[in-house]
């Protein structure tokens, strides 16, 4: 476990962690509102729910540029604030094209985040590189079901104002900047080495952790794009609620378990061959039945993605050299949430090539196979560069 010391940078990774997601998930908590209002159409809809996923695979890697410029914190800090502004500035958005880019803007700022915090955590924590990544994924899996779970019961509180929703959601990621910006460790300048922001793509390294995490990614986001048509186009539109719940929920015992395993875990085999295994049973499962049981297939696919998703995230700051995280990080995230918006479009053409519902899931189902043939190749112990002795390099 992290020294008493650490646990402020702990902290604070569990908090980025939360504004990586938060003010991303008010929006579809409100969407039928903005809808209504701008007069969105469904295709209006669907570009504004894709346009951070898109940023997230796109602007990754200009992200590490950033972070090889200005330092991981500096771009850290500046994604929060970034993330922040775009966020409240959606509130006072009068037509879709504003909504657009202020959406666009709150998604760069998350892009610029997310390579970021691979590196503070190396940076932060060495010797619990398993233990960092775990706890900011929590923050991430906190911040996906808070605004789910609070926005409904608080809109009556405000009027049913889409706008002051979306402000109160902008307000905790500005509060965690300041935070951030006031209680970060310090490293001496003289730990600290020369980055690059450029990826290796010709490293396999590269392409097996960004298609392994892009296996994950793409089971989760299409399973949750997906079951809600498939229930309802098989009968079982009670369920949709249910499935939902259960598909999301089901992430957060995988990552209470790894807040305590993370590191004896990380870089064994069989977690990743394991949850490969039942992640194609559940979806099976899913496929095969109509009752309960696809309500109990949901969370144990969430349950494999959300555990898979925290391993794989803390395996670039563990096999790459300190001056390659930030990179190989954004080169993963680039490759990752390519193949979460690429998935979906091969779900949704299978299912229209062959107008038989149960055919969406084939791809989810390849992902999950694709996950085990890669685990079951891939190095898991090969052995970065010696650490940055944070201990000594933090500043008082």
């Given at each position: 476990?992290?020294?008493?010391?650490?646990?402020?940078?702990?902290?604070?990774?569990?908090?980025?962690?939360?504004?990586?997601?938060?003010?991303?998930?008010?929006?579809?908590?409100?969407?039928?509102?903005?809808?209504?209002?701008?007069?969105?159409?469904?295709?209006?809809?669907?570009?504004?729910?894709?346009?951070?996923?898109?940023?997230?695979?796109?602007?990754?890697?200009?992200?590490?540029?950033?972070?090889?410029?200005?330092?991981?914190?500096?771009?850290?800090?500046?994604?929060?604030?970034?993330?922040?502004?775009?966020?409240g500035l959606r509130s006072a958005s009068g037509d879709v094209?504003?909504?657009?880019?202020?959406?666009?803007?709150?998604?760069?700022?998350?892009?610029?985040?997310?390579?970021?915090?691979?590196?503070?955590?190396?940076?932060?924590?060495?010797?619990?590189?398993?233990?960092?990544?775990?706890?900011?994924?929590?923050?991430?899996?906190?911040?996906?079901?808070?605004?789910?779970?609070?926005?409904?019961?608080?809109?009556?509180?405000?009027?049913?104002?889409?706008?002051?929703?979306?402000?109160?959601?902008?307000?905790?990621?500005?509060?965690?900047?300041?935070?951030?910006?006031?209680?970060?460790?310090?490293?001496?300048?003289?730990?600290?080495?020369?980055?690059?922001?450029?990826?290796?793509?010709?490293?396999?390294?590269?392409?097996?952790?960004?298609?392994?995490?892009?296996?994950?990614?793409?089971?989760?986001?299409?399973?949750?794009?997906?079951?809600?048509?498939?229930?309802?186009?098989?009968?079982?539109?009670?369920?949709?609620a249910g499935a939902l719940t259960a598909l999301n929920v089901?992430?957060?015992?995988?990552?209470?378990?790894?807040?305590?395993?993370?590191?004896?875990?990380?870089?064994?085999?069989?977690?990743?061959?394991?949850?490969?295994?039942?992640?194609?049973?559940?979806?099976?499962?899913?496929?095969?039945?109509?009752?309960?049981?696809?309500?109990?297939?949901?969370?144990?696919?969430?349950?494999?993605?959300?555990?898979?998703?925290?391993?794989?995230?803390?395996?670039?700051?563990?096999?790459?050299?300190?001056?390659?995280?930030?990179?190989?990080?954004?080169?993963?995230?680039?490759?990752?949430?390519?193949?979460?918006?690429l998935v979906p479009i091969v779900s949704g053409g299978a299912?229209?090539?062959?107008?038989?519902?149960?055919?969406?899931?084939?791809?989810?189902?390849?992902?999950?196979?694709?996950?085990?043939?890669?685990?079951?190749?891939?190095?898991?112990?090969?052995?970065?560069?010696?650490?940055?002795?944070?201990?000594?390099?933090?500043?008082?």
């Amino acid at each position: 476990m992290p020294t008493p010391q650490q646990f402020g940078a702990v902290a604070l990774l569990w908090l980025a962690g939360v504004a990586l997601r938060m003010p991303i998930l008010a929006l579809p908590a409100v969407i039928a509102s903005i809808r209504d209002e701008l007069q969105l159409t469904a295709t209006e809809v669907g570009m504004l729910t894709g346009l951070p996923v898109a940023l997230f695979a796109f602007a990754a890697v200009p992200g590490s540029l950033l972070i090889a410029r200005l330092g991981a914190l500096s771009a850290l800090l500046g994604g929060l604030f970034i993330t922040a502004i775009g966020s409240g500035l959606r509130s006072a958005s009068g037509d879709v094209m504003a909504l657009y880019v202020t959406t666009g803007l709150m998604g760069l700022g998350v892009a610029v985040m997310q390579p970021a915090l691979p590196p503070l955590v190396r940076l932060w924590l060495p010797r619990h590189v398993g233990f960092g990544t775990t706890v900011y994924t929590n923050g991430l899996l906190i911040g996906e079901i808070l605004p789910v779970a609070i926005t409904a019961p608080m809109l009556p509180l405000i009027g049913g104002s889409w706008r002051v929703s979306l402000i109160m959601w902008s307000l905790p990621v500005l509060a965690i900047a300041v935070l951030v910006a006031l209680r970060a460790p310090r490293i001496d300048p003289k730990f600290v080495q020369r980055v690059r922001w450029w990826p290796d793509w010709r490293s396999g390294l590269i392409w097996q952790l960004g298609l392994m995490f892009g296996s994950v990614t793409s089971m989760y986001f299409t399973s949750n794009g997906f079951l809600p048509i498939y229930l309802s186009s098989i009968g079982r539109s009670d369920m949709i609620a249910g499935a939902l719940t259960a598909l999301n929920v089901g992430q957060m015992p995988a990552s209470l378990l790894l807040l305590w395993c993370a590191d004896r875990l990380v870089r064994r085999r069989w977690p990743y061959l394991a949850a490969g295994i039942l992640a194609l049973a559940s979806i099976v499962v899913l496929v095969a039945t109509t009752g309960p049981s696809i309500l109990v297939a949901s969370a144990l696919l969430g349950f494999c993605c959300g555990g898979i998703l925290t391993l794989a995230l803390a395996l670039p700051p563990l096999l790459c050299a300190p001056e390659d995280v930030a990179a190989t990080s954004a080169a993963v995230f680039t490759l990752s949430y390519g193949c979460a918006i690429l998935v979906p479009i091969v779900s949704g053409g299978a299912w229209d090539l062959t107008g038989i519902p149960r055919f969406a899931f084939l791809p989810i189902a390849a992902c999950a196979v694709l996950l085990m043939v890669l685990a079951a190749r891939f190095e898991f112990r090969r052995e970065a560069t010696p650490e940055v002795p944070c201990q000594s390099a933090m500043q008082g």
